[in-house]
């Protein structure tokens, strides 16, 4: 099936609700979309040049995701004498050596519905979700989580615990991007469509999500999400986890603070040599 004969089917049997249930054409159809997406050939969102954030949501792909939920009834599925149960529409992946990807022992899954490139590491236990597309080269290290429908680039290092969040509702909103060669670090968080550009590093312990704040010390700005535009840390931008004193009301009679990433420069030299992974490793 071409990709829009695919996507005519899949918006059709989304809005016919419940009548959905049932018919092995809308299985069908949301099938062939769960391979398009494994394949790679289709995306939640895609990169877009023409788009104000470079990205296009694609939300007849997110409309299909919903309708596999829809579709799918709950069934035991037994995994190396594990008992879990999930919409049938939904089960873990399986791997084989041929696909060079590295899913090391011990407690990950990779969902139905979701991309992983060639030469991606998955370090235990971590989870990546439907709809999300992993690209070459990318580590997702212990504890991490690609949340649904997140885009990852090529060469990232999504550091131990660190969470990229999911957006599946709403279908027109964007899904968490971290372009090619982006350093998350230990326990970051990204969350609500925030969108980090190629090369940008968040030290441990960072958090963004849509209505975080993001100081840019270096030029002397502060970057926030505003109407359609989501919040956007730049290309090779450094963000470490600040603070910012409250200077109003109780929060300044009590002395607080607030959380405030902070860009505290530009990736450099020192920056490579901190981020540098080891090649041996992966
Ligand atoms: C961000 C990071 C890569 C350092 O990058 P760098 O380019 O070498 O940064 P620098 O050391 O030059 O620091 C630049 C400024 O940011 C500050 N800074 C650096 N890392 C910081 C952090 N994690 N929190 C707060 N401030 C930090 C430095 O103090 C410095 O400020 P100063 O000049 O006022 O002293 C590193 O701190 C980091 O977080 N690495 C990720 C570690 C990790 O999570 N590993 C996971 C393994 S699974």
């Not at 049932?22 to 023409?50: K, Q, T």
């Not at 615990?161 to 982006?182: F, S, T, W, Y």
Request: glycine share 12%.
């Amino acid at each position: 099936m071409t990709t829009n004969r695919l996507e005519k089917a899949i918006e059709r049997h989304f809005a016919s609700g419940s009548a959905a249930i049932g018919d092995p054409e809308a299985m069908m159809s949301f099938l062939a979309l769960r391979s398009a997406i494994e394949s790679g050939e289709v995306r939640a969102a895609s990169p877009d040049a023409a788009s104000p954030t470079g990205w296009r949501v694609n939300a007849w792909v997110k409309r299909g995701i919903l309708l596999g939920f829809r579709l799918g009834v709950l069934e035991e599925m037994a995994l190396a004498g594990l008992s879990f149960v999930d919409k049938h529409t939904y089960p873990a992946r399986h791997f084989t050596a041929g696909d060079g990807i590295r899913l090391v022992p011990g407690g990950s899954s990779v969902r139905a519905g979701a991309y992983v490139a060639r030469g991606v590491v998955c370090m235990p236990p971590m989870y990546i979700n439907a709809g999300a597309y992993v690209d070459e080269g990318t580590m997702v290290d212990s504890h991490a989580l690609v949340g649904s429908c997140a885009q990852i680039g090529k060469r990232v290092h999504l550091s131990a615990a660190a969470q990229i969040g999911g957006v599946l509702e709403p279908v027109n909103a964007g899904p968490v991007v971290i372009e090619d060669d982006v350093l998350v670090g230990g326990n970051c968080g990204v969350y609500e469509g925030t969108i980090v550009r190629k090369g940008a590093v968040l030290a441990a312990g960072t958090i963004l999500t849509r209505g975080t704040p993001l100081f840019d010390l270096v030029n002397g700005e502060v970057l926030r999400a505003a109407g359609d535009l989501p919040l956007i840390v730049p290309e090779n931008a450094v963000v470490v986890p600040g603070a910012r004193a409250v200077n109003k009301g109780k929060g300044q009679e009590w002395g607080l603070s607030l959380y405030a990433p902070a860009i505290v420069k530009y990736r450099d030299d020192k920056t490579e040599v901190s981020a540098t992974l080891e090649d041996l490793l992966r």
